[in-house]
């Protein structure tokens, strides 16, 4: 039994809300674990995409990294960054 939140629960959408202050994708949240395709509070079981948490999509749970600045992910964009928050180290 997994004690993270379920999919369902978080809200989880194959998609993500229109940027504003950040860009709010599972790729730019501070639970994300990026190398395992999970999450650190939901539950990467069950639909959508079961066994993963995708970097594109988003849930009610999404929080920004800490030390990322409002509106960062804008010089990124215009500094020509494909993806301005995945090719962060
Ligand atoms: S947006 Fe939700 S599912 Fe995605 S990494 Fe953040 S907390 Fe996890």
Do not use: H
């Amino acid at each position: 039994m997994s004690a993270k939140l379920s999919k369902p629960l978080a809200l989880y959408l194959l998609t993500n809300p229109p940027s504003l202050f950040w860009i709010y994708k599972c790729a730019s949240c501070r639970f994300f674990l990026p190398d395992q395709r999970k999450c650190q509070v939901v539950s990467e079981e069950g639909p959508p995409r079961p066994g993963e948490i995708n970097p594109e999509d988003w849930c009610l749970f999404w929080l920004n990294r800490e030390g990322d600045a409002p509106f960062s992910w804008i010089s990124r964009v215009i500094n020509g960054e494909r993806d301005p928050w995945e090719v962060r180290p």
